[in-house]
Each structure stands twice: as structure tokens, then as C-alpha cells.
């Protein structure tokens, strides 16, 4: 190449650098323009609209996402295994904040308050913005590690035209709750069964919580040590098997989060009691066979108020985190601030089934309360006592909640009585996780 091609060709790059620098300058969200990141999404109505309004983050941003999708189930061992093996590919990964304290002290995830803080870097979110529960949940030792973009909790969901039909009393107890579903499907002949709640080993966490709480139970003690063994905690076993044996859908052990909500929507039990975004495909999804027919109450107490370690409802947010080892952290922080912005969760709320908004400008918002008008008000009861321990939150939640989850399955499946089982995993988890003897 001649010395003058060489000068011509030097020029050209400073030009189009200099005209690169003053796009940047003149729109800051086009500063990491031609970066690409790479996303892990759990498969969810918030994550459908990511993908689907991903293009427009694109276009104001010159940032490439590539979003993978992939099933709850399987999100926090590929999650964890990712992150065990100091992998930087996952730039973002949107998971359940009951991780949070794990990724935390493993050392995991970023702490985002210097981003939050950063005019240059956050143009889209306002913290202040997020509703203050799923905010705090999104924290840990008072700084931040998580953008909420969905929460949650857990309400009692139920057929008024058959409760009306066989006079049948909104339940406040475990007990009444049993008897329901027995009215339902002996005066039905069979043809609707009494209630359905989760039964995969993988998923069962929410409905044997549930029990638990509602008999008065919990988790660990105030000494940290697993105690699901207790009395309340062996009747809570006890309690979830039988009516689900009686009265829950055939093929109720394979049933996850999907499986429960489409039996309760398709009109094949009449009864449930699971995650308040269920509210929204009972009233709005195409598929609903019982929009307009479906009533919402606080989940059933076993033992009166007084008598609980905490409510038998969640508290449950999901939220964005940012890998430590993210070697395109700016870009990635500014995809996370736009994925949890109000001007994208209000998007959300007008293409899928996303009731959970953390804002608090897109809760309160004419368009939020028309459409999702009939279950609002049980959905804010269940939210303001909601349980944020109803899960395990310390480090070694997974390895909890797997054992607990697969002893109560050993007892569904006939296996197992409740009693043995739940002795074996709290010895189990006391000595070989906690180190408690």
C-alpha cells in the first residue's frame, strides 16, 4: 500500500471514530453501540416481552441481546453451574430473588448502587419507582444487587358458580378447605375434581410452604437449625398428601406451575391455591374457560393468626442480576435498567399476562387496575402480609429446598410416611449442609 492510500485510510478511521465519539456524546445510550450480551431468562410472561419489545432496546441502544429462554426448573442449576465455573458468558441473568443471599456470598453477582448512581449509565430506571418490598428483597446487607422487574405472592383462588351450587363457604382453615373439595367432587359425580395444586417433585415448594406456615410451621428456628420435623411441620405433610390423593387431578406428580394453573383455568378442578399471576390468565387468557366466574381470598389458616412463625403466603420477587465476571458490565447494567423501567413494564402490561409490576407508577395505573380489576384487591392483600421466608433465602437454599421437596414426594408417592420422612431430611440437612448437629 502507498504512503498516500495509507494516509487516506487513517483519515477515514479517525473520521468515522470522531463521528462515533460524537453520536455517543450527542445520545449517551448509544455510547456501547456494537456491543453484543448474552442473556439468561427463566421461562415467564415478563421474559415474552423482553423478547418481543428486545428490538426496540436494540434500536435506542446499538447493543445486541442474545436471549436464552429456558424452563424455571432447570434455571438455577445451569445459573449456579455457570456461575461455579467462573463463566463470563451470561452477562445477565433473570432469577428469583430467594438466590440473592447465595450469588451474594459466593461472590456471584455484582453490586449494582454504583451503576444506579451513574447519570451516564442509568437513563432508564428509577429505584424509587420500585414497590419498597420487592425493592428491599433485590438487596442484601443494604446494598444492591437486583433490579426487580416481577413479584409476587401466593392467594387462594376459587369457582364462585360451584361454590354457589353446592353452598359451599369460602374456607378459612386447612380443614374446610379438605371438606370442599370433597363437596365439589362427590356432588360433581367425579367430573370436576376439588382442587389443584402442584405435585412435581421439582415444584412442589409453594403448596407444602403453604401447609407448613398455615399449621404453624417453618423452615429453621431461631437458631438456624431445619425443623421441618416439627409436629406442625409432620401435619402439614400429612394434610397436603391427603387431599391431594383424594382430590387433586389424576397425573398431579407431574404437575409444575403450568400444569396446575391450566387445570384450574380450563375449568377441571375447582379450587387452587398458587402464584397471584394465575389471577391473570384466569381473566384475560384466551385459553380461560373461567374468566368472570373466579373468586380470590387470602390462603386458608390451619391455626389462628396469633400461632404463626409468619404468613403461609409468599413474598416473591424476580429480578435482573449482573455477573461479576460480566466483561461488558455498562452495557449489560443499561439492558437491565430498561428491562425493569416502568416504561417497560407498562409495555408489558398491554401485550402478556404480566400482573406482577414492581412499579409503582404502572401498579397504580388506570390501565393496570381495569385489566386486572377482579383479583387486585386479593392480590395487594396477599402481597402486604406476604411471607419474604415462606422459601429458604440462606446460601444453601437450593440443597434445602431439593431434599425437603423430594422427601415430601416420597410421601405422595406412597413411599415414605410423612413422619419418617421428614425426621430423615432434617437430620440430613442439620448435619451434612448446616453443620448442626
Not at 412463625?309 to 409468599?314: D, V
Request: aromatic share 12%; net charge negative.
Amino acid at each position: 500500500m502507498n504512503l498516500k492510500k495509507l494516509v487516506s485510510m487513517l483519515l477515514l478511521i479517525a473520521l468515522l471514530f470522531t463521528i462515533a465519539i460524537g453520536i455517543a456524546e450527542e445520545d449517551p445510550k448509544k455510547a456501547y453501540a456494537g456491543t453484543t450480551i448474552h442473556v439468561l431468562l427463566e421461562s415467564h410472561v415478563t421474559s415474552e416481552s423482553m423478547v418481543q419489545l428486545m428490538n426496540e432496546f436494540e434500536e435506542e441502544t446499538g447493543i445486541k441481546v442474545e436471549a436464552e429462554v429456558i424452563p424455571y426448573a432447570e434455571l438455577q442449576t445451569k445459573a449456579a453451574l455457570s456461575f461455579s465455573q467462573n463463566d463470563s458468558y451470561y452477562d445477565v441473568i433473570f432469577n428469583n430473588y430467594i438466590f440473592l443471599n447465595g450469588f451474594v456470598e459466593n461472590d456471584y453477582i455484582a453490586q449494582l448502587d454504583s451503576y444506579i448512581a451513574d447519570p451516564k449509565l442509568n437513563m432508564y430506571v428509577d429505584p424509587d419507582d420500585f414497590i419498597e418490598g420487592y425493592r428491599e428483597a433485590g438487596q442484601f446487607n443494604g446494598n444492591t444487587y437486583m433490579l426487580p422487574v416481577y413479584g409476587e405472592s401466593v392467594f387462594f383462588m376459587y369457582r364462585k358458580d360451584l361454590f354457589e351450587e353446592y353452598n359451599i363457604q369460602v374456607p378459612k382453615t386447612l380443614e374446610e378447605l379438605y371438606q370442599a373439595a370433597a363437596t365439589v367432587y362427590e356432588k360433581s359425580n367425579g367430573s370436576i375434581y376439588g382442587i389443584a395444586l402442584r405435585g412435581s417433585k421439582s415444584m412442589l415448594t409453594v403448596p407444602y410452604a403453604v401447609y407448613l406456615w398455615s399449621n404453624g410451621g417453618r423452615w429453621f428456628d431461631e437458631n438456624g437449625k431445619c425443623v421441618v420435623d416439627s409436629p406442625e411441620g409432620i401435619k402439614a405433610v400429612e394434610m397436603y398428601v391427603e387431599i391431594m390423593n383424594k382430590y387433586a387431578p389424576a397425573g398431579y406428580a407431574n404437575f409444575g406451575w403450568p400444569e396446575t394453573r391450566t387445570a384450574f383455568d380450563q375449568g377441571v378442578a375447582a379450587m387452587c391455591i398458587d402464584a397471584t399471576v394465575n389471577g391473570a390468565y384466569n381473566e384475560t387468557s384466551e385459553e380461560s374457560t373461567v374468566a368472570g366466574k373466579v373468586g380470590y381470598a387470602t390462603v386458608p389458616l390451619q391455626v389462628p393468626e396469633d400461632q404463626l412463625y409468619g404468613y403461609p403466603c409468599s413474598l416473591t420477587a424476580h429480578g435482573l442480576y449482573l455477573n461479576k465476571l460480566s466483561e461488558n458490565p455498562e452495557a449489560a447494567f443499561l439492558f437491565m435498567s430498561w428491562a425493569t423501567s416502568a416504561v417497560f413494564q407498562k409495555q408489558s402490561l398491554e401485550i402478556s399476562a404480566d400482573c406482577g409490576a414492581t412499579s409503582k407508577t404502572v401498579f397504580m395505573s388506570e390501565a393496570y387496575q381495569n385489566r386486572y380489576g377482579a383479583f387486585v384487591d386479593a392480590m395487594v392483600d396477599a402481597v402486604n402480609v406476604g411471607n419474604p421466608e415462606f422459601a429458604p433465602t440462606i446460601a444453601q437454599a437450593s440443597e434445602v429446598k431439593a431434599l425437603v421437596c423430594a422427601a415430601v414426594s416420597s410421601v405422595l408417592a406412597g413411599e415414605d410416611t410423612a413422619e419418617h420422612a421428614m425426621k430423615t431430611v432434617a437430620e440430613e440437612i442439620n448435619k451434612n449442609i448446616l453443620g448442626i448437629e
